[in-house]
């Protein structure tokens, strides 16, 4: 049976090239023809190949001919075929609202929102992201399930905080809290979970894997943006740690922790966490433990105000944001020395501008990496770490590679960006294919044959 074909009109000023969507059924093939393959591991694209594509699938990759009878052909005419990018640290409901919206909008108009960047993600060739933190479950089951264009979405649900931690939004009028009382606006969407004792962040994390989380997201120390907890505050206690990371375990997942400093990165490993996210300001001491436990580091590429949203000039805030900026070269070095599995994320928030310059970001790690490197990093690396859900894993199967038996998520670039990584800063042009789960929902470049 042929595939049915839905075109649109390009939406340039979105930003959103969907000229020519094609929704694939149910064991759909599409043959790739003469194209060069960046596998996600390799530093140097194959000869010449060409690739079938059934289902959600990659089922063959060949230098010979391929014939796929009925399947639609796509002449790639020497392009480069990479997987699609995953972003390891994105907040899919926090990135084009502003601090106000994202607290107090309705959240009906906060899923629309989310769901139009959602395509403007996909659409930039990021077709997986991680989410650390936030009420995206309705999101990603409304992708899932087709009725939105959008990446694949790995939940952590509620980032869960302490009183006073980053992801306590309340303001001063409520506070004192009434133990035992009602939720908070932010509760109350599923943004973030106050928890201070082991029993509450127990509570906690169980219903966010009862929710459908893939992993879990604590706040082990105190962030720029946060409105009450300083930089170098470590939070949550390492008793309270391990209980959360003895919920996730029994739910067969693990948990990350945003941790900037030494002392809320060496509490976090102590307790059995799997992954530090952000490390900005990590040590000498910090960086060869994460390496001796094997920990992941999810790192940003934050150096100046193209990175992150610009805070007030001399605010609290302000000065937290550059003191991130002045350590990520450190960090980035230390990775470097001791051989950290270092995954790629963008962290953005409040700012559809910065979203949009999601590639770029990428791009940027040129400052510490060979172009093969960070390409690795954006796919296959960051495949393996989203298998640490193990059996929470919402899309069992292999991303981040082209490989027989991978899911096909798949990107056609106008250009091979190993010799010329800014191709991937301008994707509305250079991608000219964008699959995921073996359903095409961009092509610029063929017709059925």
Same mark, same amino acid.
């Given at each position: 049976?042929?595939?049915?074909?839905?075109?649109?009109?390009?939406?340039g000023?979105?930003?959103?090239?969907?000229?020519?969507?094609?929704?694939?059924?149910?064991?759909?093939?599409?043959?790739?023809?003469?194209?060069r393959i960046?596998?996600?591991?390799?530093?140097?694209l194959?000869?010449?190949?060409?690739? $079938?594509?059934?289902?959600?699938?990659?089922?063959?990759?060949?230098?010979?001919?391929?014939?796929a009878?009925?399947?639609t052909?796509?002449?790639?005419?020497?392009?480069?075929?990479m997987?699609?990018?995953?972003?390891?640290?994105?907040?899919?409901?926090?990135?084009?609202?502003?601090?106000?919206?994202?607290?107090?909008?309705?959240?009906?108009?906060?899923n629309?929102?989310?769901?139009?960047?959602?395509? *403007?993600?996909?659409?930039?060739g990021?077709?997986?992201?991680?989410?650390?933190?936030?009420?995206?479950?309705?999101?990603?089951?409304?992708?899932?399930?087709?009725?939105?264009?959008?990446?694949?979405?790995?939940?952590?649900?509620?980032?869960?905080?302490?009183?006073?931690?980053?992801?306590?939004?309340?303001?001063?009028?409520?506070?004192?809290?009434?133990?035992?009382?009602? @939720?908070?606006?932010?509760?109350?969407?599923?943004?973030t979970?106050?928890?201070?004792?082991?029993?509450?962040?127990?509570?906690?994390?169980?219903?966010?894997l009862?929710?459908?989380?893939?992993?879990?997201?604590?706040? *082990? /120390?105190?962030?720029?943006a946060?409105?009450?907890?300083?930089?170098?505050?470590?939070?949550?206690?390492?008793?309270?740690?391990?209980?959360?990371?003895?919920?996730?375990?029994?739910?067969?997942?693990y948990?990350?922790?945003?941790?900037?400093?030494? &002392?809320?990165?060496?509490?976090?490993?102590?307790? /059995?966490?799997?992954?530090?996210?952000?490390?900005?300001?990590?040590?000498?001491?910090?960086?060869?433990?994460?390496?001796?436990? /094997?920990i992941?580091?999810?790192?940003q590429?934050f150096?100046?105000?193209?990175?992150?949203?610009?805070?007030?000039?001399?605010?609290?805030?302000?000065?937290?944001?550059?003191q991130?900026?002045?350590?990520?070269?450190?960090?980035?070095?230390?990775?470097?020395?001791?051989?950290? !599995?270092?995954?790629?994320?963008?962290?953005?928030?409040?700012?559809?501008? $910065?979203?949009?310059?999601?590639?770029?970001?990428?791009?940027k790690?040129?400052?510490?990496?060979?172009?093969?490197?960070? #390409? !690795?990093?954006?796919?296959?690396?960051?495949?393996?770490?989203?298998?640490?859900?193990?059996?929470?894993?919402?899309?069992?199967?292999? #991303?981040?590679?082209?490989?027989?038996?991978? @899911?096909?998520? @798949? $990107?056609? &670039?106008?250009?091979?960006p190993?010799?010329?990584?800014?191709?991937?800063?301008?994707?509305?042009?250079?991608?000219?294919?964008?699959?995921?789960?073996?359903?095409?929902?961009?092509?610029?470049?063929?017709?059925?044959?």
């Amino acid at each position: 049976m042929q595939p049915r074909l839905f075109r649109t009109m390009a939406c340039g000023l979105a930003g959103i090239a969907l000229s020519s969507i094609v929704f694939a059924q149910d064991g759909a093939a599409t043959l790739f023809q003469n194209v060069r393959i960046y596998d996600g591991k390799s530093s140097a694209l194959s000869a010449a190949s060409n690739v $079938l594509v059934r289902g959600n699938h990659i089922e063959r990759i060949s230098a010979q001919p391929i014939v796929a009878d009925g399947a639609t052909v796509i002449a790639g005419n020497g392009r480069t075929l990479m997987p699609g990018l995953i972003d390891a640290h994105w907040h899919t409901m926090m990135v084009r609202p502003n601090p106000l919206q994202a607290i107090a909008a309705d959240i009906g108009y906060s899923n629309l929102l989310a769901s139009a960047e959602a395509t *403007a993600t996909l659409m930039r060739g990021f077709t997986t992201v991680r989410d650390l933190g936030g009420p995206a479950f309705g999101l990603k089951q409304a992708i899932d399930d087709g009725l939105v264009i959008g990446p694949r979405i790995y939940p952590s649900g509620a980032i869960i905080s302490i009183t006073g931690g980053h992801g306590d939004f309340r303001q001063s009028f409520e506070v004192p809290r009434v133990i035992g009382g009602g @939720l908070n606006r932010m509760e109350q969407i599923n943004g973030t979970m106050i928890a201070d004792t082991p029993d509450e962040v127990r509570i906690r994390t169980r219903e966010q894997l009862m929710l459908g989380a893939s992993q879990i997201k604590l706040t *082990a /120390g105190g962030g720029v943006a946060s409105p009450h907890s300083p930089l170098d505050a470590s939070t949550f206690t390492e008793t309270e740690l391990r209980a959360a990371v003895e919920a996730a375990e029994n739910w067969g997942t693990y948990v990350g922790t945003h941790a900037y400093t030494p &002392v809320s990165i060496q509490r976090a490993i102590k307790a /059995g966490v799997k992954v530090i996210e952000h490390g900005h300001l990590m040590d000498e001491a910090s960086a060869k433990l994460i390496a001796e436990k /094997g920990i992941w580091l999810s790192l940003q590429p934050f150096l100046d105000d193209k990175d992150a949203a610009p805070l007030p000039a001399g605010s609290v805030n302000r000065e937290r944001q550059m003191q991130v900026f002045a350590g990520t070269d450190t960090a980035y070095a230390l990775a470097k020395k001791y051989k950290i !599995k270092t995954a790629f994320g963008t962290d953005i928030l409040f700012s559809q501008a $910065l979203a949009q310059r999601q590639g770029a970001q990428l791009a940027k790690l040129t400052r510490w990496y060979k172009v093969p490197e960070l #390409l !690795k990093m954006a796919t296959s690396t960051n495949g393996e770490l989203l298998l640490l859900s193990g059996l929470r894993n919402p899309y069992p199967g292999r #991303l981040g590679v082209v490989e027989e038996g991978a @899911l096909a998520d @798949l $990107l056609l &670039v106008n250009g091979n960006p190993i010799e010329n990584i800014k191709l991937i800063e301008d994707p509305q042009t250079n991608f000219v294919v964008i699959m995921k789960d073996g359903k095409i929902y961009k092509n610029l470049v063929s017709a059925d044959k």
